[in-house]
């Protein structure tokens, strides 16, 4: 059974900083993407950041610049650093794998971890 942990949110103030983490557990055999995608309150879920096994990113026009993606593969897990929070970042951000473990390949979903930007 895989399963997709996230942590790291939490209340920042607009202009700080947050680290997003999401560890990949479970019998997985190969990992091709993970990503983050975010849900406001009234809004549909939106790609925020995304990373595939070969490194190419993709980010949303709303967080290009301060944003950054990566991943250590060793471990099965993906970061989000969040730079210049501002008030609309707010929302919870859920991580995302494409991956193949003894199930045929296919889309996990983490629980969610939320994200306030106030002051």
């Known amino acids: 059974q895989v399963q997709l942990v996230e942590s790291g949110g939490g209340f920042v103030q607009p202009g700080g900083s947050l680290r997003l983490s999401c560890a990949a557990s479970?019998?997985?055999?190969?990992?091709?993407?993970m990503g983050w995608y975010r849900q406001a309150p009234g809004k549909p879920r939106e790609l925020v950041a995304g990373l595939t096994s070969g490194g190419t990113t993709t980010y949303a026009d709303s967080v290009k610049g301060r944003f950054a993606i990566s991943s250590d593969s060793a471990k099965n897990t993906v970061y989000l650093r969040m730079d210049s929070l501002k008030p609309e970042d707010t929302a919870v951000y859920y991580c995302?794998?494409?991956?193949?473990?003894?199930?045929?390949?296919?889309?996990?979903w983490g629980q969610g971890t939320q994200v306030i930007v106030s002051s």
């Open positions: 995302n794998a494409d991956l193949q473990s003894f199930s045929p390949r296919r889309t996990y």
């Open positions: 479970g019998n997985i055999f190969v990992t091709y993407a």
